[in-house]
């Protein structure tokens, strides 16, 4: 039987979707995205002048950012491309945060224009800042603790991270800015990712509320603002748990009242810049079964590939299946569920327990509204899929057309032709 994860309309919706739109697509629902950013947002309700920056990489789609623009967020960009993205969606100022690394002068420059926090990576920056687009009025660091933390597995340990700013070098960095006309001060960090632990959040939010405390007694610099970073993660398996925000936010309070209030720092704005639990959970990859063979192993060919959705080849990460019309069926068949990429790691799941499944039935891949349709590639001449957008009314919109085998060829130049422009 089913094992828990539901899809937001009925199977014969989805069928009915299908029917307009061809598998395979990424639909993301609308209500859903609204209700968990109200909820992140309430939780942190005490925080003065909280906000979420929304990780643009992690579902770049206008109609999205707008959505949770409206829902108070901020658009987190690391490129020029996701600049542009969130100042064509209606993005401006210190809505945008631009937190890059190994960045160029350009998009320091356009990052300027747009009049973004800029969160600088490394020391080296403040240079390249400088000749570039000039020092603004306000100026993040993305600190990197070193051994003062550990982080999870998937970024690694800290002393491991291209990021950040150390702890050496972190009192001067902000004392070149100050020297340099730097008036306002925001302190970030990004330790984890995918990580369902609250207490790691809380452990970030301390050390980075300690390290504001050092820089007001040692340099006179006034922190206002403290990001937190992404990397709440998200329960892909069925038996994990969201993090609760209502508790992540008691614990991230407590210190804030022990911690900033004593040394005079209240208020400080407290910032995290999620992406995949924004949208992660809320954005389903539909996909047709083509085949069903039979090898040394039983095979479960989709129409999908890892052109939608890369995580379970690139990471061999977990995300669930489930067939719509076939829940109630029992799950006693064993399959790897394939896309058509010349890639053996192209499969959405290995060993997996499902239903009987025929050439012709949906499947559901779940939890591919974050770092899904965003990674995918063109490799082997595959063209990314559509995505739709279950609106609150019921009725779905079509947000991004599915790639063209004329978007695909035109950056290419065919002998005789000449390469458009
Ligand atoms: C990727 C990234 C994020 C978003 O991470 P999520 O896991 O999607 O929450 C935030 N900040 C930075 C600097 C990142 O690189």
């Known amino acids: 039987?089913?094992?828990?994860?539901?899809?937001?309309?009925?199977?014969?919706?989805?069928?009915?979707?299908?029917?307009?739109?061809?598998?395979?697509?990424?639909?993301?629902?609308?209500?859903?995205?609204?209700?968990?950013?109200?909820?992140?947002?309430?939780?942190?309700?005490?925080?003065?002048?909280?906000?979420?920056?929304?990780?643009?990489?992690?579902?770049?789609?206008?109609?999205?950012?707008?959505?949770?623009?409206?829902?108070?967020?901020?658009?987190?960009?690391?490129?020029?491309?996701?600049?542009?993205?969130?100042?064509?969606?209606?993005?401006?100022?210190?809505?945008?945060?631009?937190?890059?690394?190994?960045?160029?002068?350009?998009?320091?420059?356009?990052?300027?224009?747009?009049?973004?926090?800029?969160?600088?990576?490394?020391?080296?920056?403040?240079?390249?800042?400088?000749?570039?687009?000039?020092?603004?009025?306000?100026?993040?660091?993305?600190?990197?603790?070193?051994?003062?933390?550990?982080?999870?597995?998937?970024?690694?340990?800290?002393?491991?991270?291209?990021?950040?700013?150390?702890?050496?070098?972190?009192?001067?960095?902000?004392?070149?800015?100050?020297?340099?006309?730097?008036?306002?001060?925001?302190?970030?960090?990004?330790?984890?990712?995918?990580?369902?632990?609250?207490?790691?959040?809380?452990?970030?939010?301390?050390?980075?509320?300690?390290?504001?405390?050092?820089?007001?007694?040692?340099?006179?610099?006034?922190?206002?603002?403290?990001?937190?970073?992404?990397?709440?993660?998200?329960?892909?398996?069925?038996?994990e748990k969201a993090v609760d925000f209502e508790r992540l936010s008691k614990k991230i309070a407590a210190l804030y009242d022990e911690i900033l209030v004593p040394a005079s720092l209240d208020p400080t704005r407290v910032l995290f810049e999620c992406g995949r639990m924004v949208t992660g959970p809320y954005g389903y990859l539909v996909s047709r079964v083509r085949h069903v063979a039979s090898k040394y192993k039983e095979y479960v060919g989709v129409d999908a590939s890892m052109a939608d959705l890369m995580r379970p080849g690139m990471y061999g990460a977990y995300h669930h299946i489930t067939v719509p019309s076939k829940e109630g069926q029992p799950h006693d068949r064993i399959y790897d569920v394939t896309g058509s990429l010349c890639e053996n790691v192209d499969k959405f799941a290995i060993d997996r327990l499902l239903p009987e499944i025929d050439p012709g039935d949906l499947l559901v891949i779940h939890d591919a509204g974050a770092h899904g349709h965003a990674m995918g590639y063109n490799y082997n001449g595959k063209l990314r899929s559509a995505e739709l957008l279950l609106r609150e009314d019921g009725t779905v919109q079509l947000i991004r057309r599915a790639e063209t085998v004329d978007d695909y060829f035109s950056t290419v130049r065919f002998p005789g032709t000449p390469v458009k422009i």
């Open 1 to 239: 039987m089913s094992n828990g994860k539901q899809i937001p309309l009925s199977q014969d919706e989805l069928e009915k979707i299908t029917a307009e739109y061809p598998t395979p697509f990424h639909l993301y629902d609308e209500k859903a995205i609204r209700e968990n950013a109200r909820a992140f947002y309430r939780a942190f309700s005490w925080a003065p002048d909280f906000k979420n920056y929304f990780a643009v990489k992690a579902c770049p789609n206008p109609t999205l950012l707008k959505i949770l623009q409206e829902e108070g967020m901020g658009a987190d960009c690391s490129s020029l491309t996701e600049l542009i993205m969130a100042e064509r969606t209606g993005f401006g100022g210190e809505e945008i945060m631009f937190s890059s690394n190994n960045t160029p002068e350009s998009e320091f420059v356009e990052a300027a224009r747009l009049g973004a926090v800029i969160n600088l990576d490394d020391i080296s920056h403040i240079e390249t800042l400088e000749k570039s687009a000039g020092i603004p009025e306000l100026i993040s660091f993305r600190y990197n603790p070193g051994e003062a933390r550990f982080s999870n597995a998937i970024i690694g340990s800290p002393q491991e991270a291209k990021y950040g700013v150390t702890r050496e070098q972190i009192v001067g960095a902000f004392r070149s800015v100050r020297e340099k006309g730097a008036k306002r001060f925001a302190l970030h960090t990004m330790i984890v990712s995918n990580e369902l632990d609250e207490n790691c959040f809380a452990d970030t939010a301390q050390l980075l509320f300690a390290l504001a405390v050092r820089l007001k007694e040692e340099a006179g610099i006034r922190i206002e603002a403290i990001n937190l970073g992404g990397g709440i993660g998200i329960p892909y398996l069925p038996e």
